[in-house]
């Protein structure tokens, strides 16, 4: 498969920011509670992902290392403002309905993972469909979720309404409760479908606690709370019994009293010493 497809074919299945890597977990939940809301902020995700992974990648000689992450943040602050001032004026109604979370798309995990695992690293152009893959399996991710809470919720699908559920509303899966069970649910799909491929040997990635999935290299790992769940531990080669040494004995020193060193030092000089004498003579006395 061509490198640049493959990049898209891991953002929509084999890495899928939202059922695999479990990022972006705060629009998911917030604003999934109809379709429409989940592809519009999808969506817009996208096109602030794609834009900034460029723009970082086609900076990344020039960018100095120390003061990467503020730039960053710069970068995609930028796209993020162009973003909401164009849906202020051309989708009011999606644009009050998001509200806060579109400026939050600042702060967004996968958009700053992949500027620092991936774009910051890599060409232009694969860093481009990098944010293409990445934007659009988080799109799938939130419509997905959308679809099923507006059905439950409001009976109703993009709005328009199905007539079979429309007496059947469960205001459940409108509040936040609603949101994780039923990103659980698919979460448990996904993990289904995962271990039929593992039984055909066909098995997907590991789920990683990062989007780059190389803990030792990230510059983020200290303050990481997702750390990979696959510690890789070089190999140690089994030690052969002969090659073990016979453990040697250490010669212990013998620690000497002042009296037991003074009594050596008078066998030592003799009896005929004048030492030995006064030794003698204070005795006496």
Known sequence: MNKNLERVYNGLW??????????????????TTSAINGIGMGLSTTVVLVLSNMLISALRNIIPDRVRMPAFIVVVASFVTIVQ?????????????????????????IILGRAESYASKNPVIPSMFDGIGMGLGFTVGLTLIGIVREILANGSIFG??????????ITLFG??????????????????????????????????GCLGGDCSGCSLSSACTG?????????????DPKDVAKPQAVPTETKQTANAKNTEDVEKSG?????????????EK
């Open 14 to 31: 084999k890495e899928n920011p939202t059922f695999v890597l479990m990022l972006g977990m705060c629009p998911t939940l917030a604003v």
């Open 85 to 109: 001032f164009l849906m202020e004026g051309f989708t009011p109604s999606l644009y009050e309905s998001l509200g806060i979370y579109i400026p939050l798309i600042v702060v967004n995990c």
């Open 160 to 169: 328009a309404v199905i007539a079979p559920l429309n007496d059947y509303h």
């Open 175 to 208: 509040l936040a409760p609603g949101a994780f069970f039923v990103l659980a649910c698919l979460v448990a799909i996904m993990n289904v479908v995962r271990r039929n491929m593992e039984a055909k040997g066909k098995p997907l990635p590991a789920v990683q």
């Open 227 to 239: 750390k990979s769940l696959v510690h890789k531990a070089d190999e140690v080669p089994p030690v």
């Open 271 to 283: 009896s005929d010493s004048s030492y030995a004498d006064d030794i003698a003579g204070k005795e």
